[in-house]
């Protein structure tokens, strides 16, 4: 005997679902997603990948990095603004991504699976798009929340997600698009906001098969449903969005795991790794400690008083990490990077520098800045901040900071200088 499988829209009952509410909640995610793309993608420019191989965080990008381009120092704020829109943009579309996903659920279990060559190809771009979204969110949150749990490196996964995730966005936009502007025209939007529970009936059936065949009675009402997503994006922006504006917004940043409440003093602000966690032991930073610094002309040691004695500037910069969290603008003092260049053998347009740090395992202890990036007057090996020598877990005796840039090119716990290089000498 052959029992007929029940169709989809026969399990799942609740009379809001409908063409116009899954547009509704389509045109949110149709405005968030390119943000977060281009965020996303300018995030990558930043870490300046094609200048070195110490940067690149997806090697074999190939033709997806044909976009880059030298990441500037103007305006200071420029990643602290792109990170802290990606990340707080990214959780605060994770309840309208949801409830986008519950509201086309019975598309996802149509039976049967495929009846035809466009119908496979659409489902196949339904899987990516689910697929691809899923992936993109969760790596993008674990990062942000565990740092790195992935294996190898989170940048080549969220990356190359990214361009599989908008490739089937594209694809699901040209598909769809007509018909979620007809069901968006198929109903007034503020009608629906006065529309309350008793008076909720549902959409009339659809070809989609997203219309109950037999709705049950509405327990809430659209309105109710939009505006229960609506809070969990606001009360996921009030957590969060603390992390990257800082002052007194800090401490409301709950979900933020970095520094919500960092100390007071100097070097009262945000510390990724403490100099505890990247094993600097007080004896490598202690009155041994000397600065390399190399260039066309040779060589030269500094130790912490020699640098002391060289032109003090200032600058007023943000640590910005590509997590989204910032520092804020802190108050910095030391050597410039192109006066460090002058001393060995660049005197006037100084060349890109590779910068180590002390610190002998771990990621980020190295990194290659461009041309630009040391000609800008305000980049500095950084020896004091907030009036007061750089704490221990801020880089003592000394680190670089650079405006505008991501947080892991401030090297901190800085060893060696190389103008000129963009990778370890020794490896070149
Ligand atoms: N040597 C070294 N420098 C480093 C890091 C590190 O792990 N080791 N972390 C980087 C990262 S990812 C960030 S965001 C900033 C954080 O600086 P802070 O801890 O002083 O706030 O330092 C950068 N400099
Ligand atoms: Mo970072």
Redesign the pocket.
């Known amino acids: 005997m052959k029992v007929p499988l029940p169709r989809p829209n026969e399990l799942w009952r609740s009379p809001l679902r409908g063409p116009w509410l899954t547009s509704v909640l389509g045109a949110v995610l149709l405005v968030g997603i390119p943000v977060l793309f281009v965020t996303g993608l300018l995030s990558y420019a930043a870490y300046n990948p094609n200048l070195s191989h110490v940067n690149d965080k997806t090697p074999g990008k190939g033709l997806l990095g044909f976009y880059l381009f030298s990441w500037p120092t103007h305006p200071y704020w420029l990643y602290r603004l792109n990170q802290g829109v990606h990340v707080t943009l990214g959780i605060v579309l994770v309840p309208v991504l949801l409830a986008k996903l519950w509201s086309v659920v019975p598309k996802l279990f149509a039976l049967p699976p495929v009846r035809s060559v466009g119908h496979a190809l659409e489902r196949l771009s339904l899987l990516l798009l689910v697929g691809g979204g899923f992936f993109e969110f969760v790596t993008g949150i674990l990062n942000v929340q565990l740092d790195y749990v992935f294996p190898g490196s989170f940048y080549p996964l969220h990356f190359y997600g990214a361009w599989v995730f908008v490739g089937a966005v594209l694809a699901h936009v040209a598909l769809r698009l007509p018909t979620a502007v007809r069901a968006l025209r198929s109903r007034d939007f503020r009608a629906e906001l006065r529309t309350p529970t008793s008076r909720t009936r549902p959409e009339p059936p659809d070809s989609g098969g997203l219309v109950a065949a037999r709705p049950a009675d509405p327990t809430i009402s659209r309105r109710g449903l939009l505006g229960m997503v609506g809070l969990g994006s606001l009360a996921l922006a009030v957590v969060t969005a603390g992390q990257s504006i800082g002052g007194p917004l800090r401490g409301t940043a709950l979900l933020a795991p970095h520094g919500r409440s960092p100390g007071t003093g100097p070097g009262g ?5 403490t100099a505890a966690g ?1 094993h600097i032991r007080p004896q490598d930073v202690g009155a041994d400690w000397q600065l390399t610094v190399s260039g066309a002309g040779g060589s030269v040691r500094l130790g912490l008083a020699e640098l002391q004695r060289m032109a003090q500037a200032r600058a007023a910069l943000p ?1 910005a ?1 590509v997590e989204g969290w910032s ?1 804020g603008d802190q108050h910095w003092e030391g050597v410039r990077l192109r006066d460090l260049a002058a001393l060995v053998g660049h005197p006037d347009d100084p060349p890109g520098v590779f910068v180590e ?1 002390i ?1 002998l395992t ?4 190295a990194v290659a800045l461009s041309a630009g990036q040391v000609r800008d007057g305000r980049t500095l090996l950084a020896l004091r901040v907030n009036g007061a020598d750089l704490t221990p ?3 003592y005796p000394a680190r670089v900071i650079i405006p505008g840039a991501p ?2 090119m ?4 800085v060893g060696r200088l190389t103008f000129g290089a963009t990778d370890f000498p020794e490896r070149t």
């Open positions: 602000f945000p510390v990724n790794k990247a640590i990490c520092t740090s610190q771990g990621s980020f202890r877990d801020h880089g947080g892991v401030n090297t901190k716990w």
